[in-house]
């Protein structure tokens, strides 16, 4: 029989890969909990979760029993001019765990998707105004997704350099921390009277592709404000950060200020159906109450709100509130800080970190974002039996909620092991 990875590579073309060079991919043919196995039988530990999506645990059966009770019940329909229980259901609970101003949901299919909707609504808001304001503020080493609105506010240039002559308008300060928090926010002052800007588009507290970056909460809330008193409209992208990562529901329970809209996807779902969310509050969803109507957000997706995923969101939720889930979401945390004090001092460690289940360990060597240092940690992982994904020289793990302590153990050895080999 012809091997699953030969019949992939006549008829596949995978994301973030140079086909040309990459090495076959790994033919994966099942999951359970925080363990993935491969085509010959191989277990190996999903340290990142598949993305951060799978947090509690693959073949959750709380979550598939949800999705097959939902199945028989109502599969898909529409939801322009139609609506479900799924839907309002999914909004009536998750806006009570939301920051307070949180008012209203409009659904999208995936991450890329919620924030290009968010930045639609902050154009179309002013535009509703009679307001053309067409600059968009980021942070630098942002990632909010490929398509072109969410590629437009990202900044790592590895993913935007053939598009960035057919971008949005977008200007970009640093990330605030301890030291430079009142410089960033006098370039922000600077920024907001010399363009029309509509909106600022951020990751809250964790910067994700850019390398599991930290910033300051403190700093970031000074933005917020900032940008509020002007009317440009915060939109925080909780895609990677949200349902529990840094210890808190929402890295935005962090803040002071809230946004004025708030983009979800992945664990969402738990990674079991393509869903996300653009929450808003009551401000911008009056905006685009009119008479006129044109003045409606005339933006859709085929699949919005698609009752299977709705289903998979209630049953995630239920488990993000679970004790068990609690518990287990201290206990990582806690063996990360550990983690931390251990290899921080590493001559091989240029910087060590932890939020929640988020680790992150900077080595202390240059090494391109997809070059032969970085496949050699990655091969070196998984032939370990763990997956993990450095982001240039960062190694980082972001595990499932559900992992055990010997597993968490395991992924642990792996990360010291890869410091001995670079």
């Known amino acids: 029989m012809e091997k699953l990875t030969d019949r992939d590579q006549k008829c596949i073309w995978h994301p973030l890969t140079q086909h040309k060079t990459a090495k076959p991919p790994i033919g994966i043919t099942k999951a359970k909990g925080a363990l993935i196995w491969d085509d010959k039988g191989k277990a190996y ?24 009770e939902q199945m028989q019940q109502l599969d898909f329909v529409m939801f322009s001019g139609f609506t479900h229980e ?11 765990l939301l920051p307070g101003n949180q008012a209203k949901l409009f659904f999208n299919d995936n991450g890329s998707t ?7 609504m902050s154009i179309q808001y002013h535009h509703n105004k009679d307001q053309k304001r067409d600059t968009i503020i980021a942070f630098e080493d942002g990632f909010h997704g490929d398509t072109f609105g969410a590629m437009s506010a990202s900044g790592i240039s590895s993913y935007n350099g053939p598009f960035e002559d057919f971008l949005l308008k977008v200007v ?9 928090s009142e410089e960033v926010l006098k370039q922000l002052e600077v920024l907001i009277t010399t363009h029309a ?3 600022f588009v951020f990751e809250p507290l964790v910067q994700g592709a850019a390398g599991m970056k930290f910033h300051s909460p403190t700093g970031l809330d000074q933005l917020i404000a900032k940008c509020q008193e002007a009317d440009i409209l915060c939109i925080a992208d909780e895609i990677m950060t949200g349902f529990g990562k840094t210890g808190k529901n929402f890295a935005s329970d962090y ?13 969402l779902t738990a ?14 969803f009056d905006a685009f109450l009119s008479n006129e109507v044109s003045k409606g957000f005339f933006h859709a997706h085929t699949y919005s709100a698609h009752p299977l995923g709705c289903a998979a969101a209630l049953a995630g939720l239920e488990l993000l509130q679970s004790m068990e889930i609690k518990e287990s979401q201290k206990y990582i945390a806690q063996q990360h800080q550990e983690f931390v004090n251990r290899v921080q001092h590493h001559p091989k460690v240029k910087n060590a970190r932890a939020i ?14 997809y070059g032969s240092v970085r496949d050699k940690l990655y091969d070196f992982f998984m032939e370990r039996g763990v997956n993990l994904r450095p982001l240039g020289n960062t190694i980082y793990t972001l595990p499932p909620y559900v992992i055990s302590k010997e597993q968490l153990q395991q992924v642990y050895d792996a990360m010291e092991g890869a410091l001995e080999i670079v």
Request: proline share 6%; aromatic share 4%.
């Open 45 to 68: 530990i999903d340290g990142i979760a598949s993305w951060y999506t799978a947090m509690y645990g693959h073949c959750n059966e709380r979550i598939t029993s949800a999705i097959s």
């Open 255 to 267: 803040l002071k200020n809230d946004p004025d809209i708030i983009c979800l996807s992945k664990a």
């Open 86 to 96: 799924p839907a309002v259901q999914l909004a009536e609970e998750l806006l009570p």
């Open 197 to 199: 800007c509509c909106s």
């Open 271 to 284: 990674g079991i159906f393509p869903l996300s969310i653009t929450s808003c509050n009551q401000k911008v």
């Open 172 to 180: 970009r300060i640093p990330v605030p921390t301890e030291e430079n």
């Open 114 to 120: 919620a924030i290009e909707a968010a930045i639609k």
């Open 356 to 369: 929640g289940v988020i680790l992150a360990v900077d080595l202390d060597l240059d090494m391109d974002r």
